[in-house]
C-alpha cells in the first residue's frame, strides 16, 4: 500500500521555540494532507486541511498564526509550530490522499511533540 | 460536530471471545471506516464500508453499518492478544472525521 512518512518521529524543545513537522507521500502524489492532532488516550481532532499551491483550510478553534501548514509540492506538507507551548505537547498525525481513483487517505506515524 | 460517538469507551475480554465495538455518528456520510491504534502509534486501516452497504467482511473482522440509525458495529471474532489496541471509527463526508475511539484489552 501507499506509504506516508513523518519527520521527526518524536521531538522535545523548550517552550517558546518552533518546530516543524514534516509528512511526505513516497509513492504517490497528494493534492490534499489533513493534519491531526491527539491527546492522550484520545480521539484524533483535524486541525487542518492542506492544499497544494493554496492556503490551508483550518478547523474552528485551531490558530493559523499558531500552526503554519506549508503545502509546496504534491508530495510534501509541512506544519510548524510556533512559539510553542507545553500545551502544545502532542501526538501530530498527517495524512495524505492518494490523487488516483482510489482517492483512499493514508496516514503518516505521528510525531511526538514535547514542550518544556 | 461530525465526531462519532463509540462505545464501550474500553472493553476487556479473554483471548478467544468475540469483541463488538459500536460507532455512532451524525451527518451523512459516502462511507465508514475502521482504524486500529497500537500504543503511541500510527494509524492502521482496517476496513472500509460505503454507505450502500450493510455489511463487510474481512479476516476475523466483521463491519456492520445501518445509516437509517446512522451507526455502525465492529466485530472482532476469535480475538488475540495482539488485538490489544485502540479502535477507531472514521466518517468520510467530504473529509475523515474520527470517532473518540474503544480501547480493547485482550487478556491471554
Known amino acids: 500500500g501507499a506509504v506516508v512518512s513523518q519527520h521527526p518521529s518524536r521531538v522535545i524543545c523548550k517552550s517558546g521555540t518552533s518546530v516543524k513537522i514534516e509528512c511526505r507521500s513516497l509513492d504517490f502524489q497528494a493534492t490534499t494532507m489533513f493534519w491531526y492532532r491527539q491527546f492522550p488516550k484520545q480521539s484524533l481532532m483535524l486541525m487542518a486541511t492542506?492544499?497544494?499551491?493554496?492556503?490551508?483550510?483550518?478547523e474552528q478553534g485551531v490558530e493559523k498564526d499558531k500552526f503554519l501548514i506549508n503545502h509546496a509540492s504534491l508530495t510534501l506538507s509541512t506544519l510548524t509550530v510556533t512559539s510553542a507551548h507545553p500545551e502544545d505537547s502532542s501526538f501530530y498525525i498527517c495524512s495524505a490522499r492518494d490523487n488516483g481513483g482510489v482517492r483512499e487517505q493514508f496516514f503518516g506515524p505521528g510525531t511526538r511533540l514535547t514542550v518544556l | 460536530s461530525q465526531q462519532g460517538e463509540e462505545d464501550p469507551q474500553a472493553l476487556s475480554i479473554q483471548e478467544g471471545e468475540n469483541a463488538t465495538m459500536n460507532c455512532s455518528y451524525k451527518t451523512s456520510i459516502n462511507n465508514l471506516q475502521w482504524y486500529r491504534q497500537n500504543s503511541g502509534r500510527g494509524l492502521v486501516h482496517l476496513i472500509l464500508?460505503?454507505?450502500?452497504?450493510r455489511e463487510k467482511h474481512s479476516g476475523r473482522l466483521r463491519v456492520t453499518l445501518d445509516t437509517s440509525k446512522k451507526s455502525s458495529s465492529l466485530l472482532i471474532t476469535a480475538s488475540r492478544a495482539a488485538d490489544t489496541a485502540s479502535y477507531f471509527c472514521?466518517?468520510?463526508?467530504?473529509?475523515?472525521?474520527f470517532g473518540a475511539g474503544t480501547i480493547l484489552r485482550v487478556k491471554s
Open positions: 464500508i460505503r454507505s450502500n452497504e
Open positions: 472514521a466518517t468520510h463526508g467530504n473529509k475523515l472525521v
Open positions: 492542506s492544499n497544494e499551491g493554496s492556503k490551508a483550510t483550518y
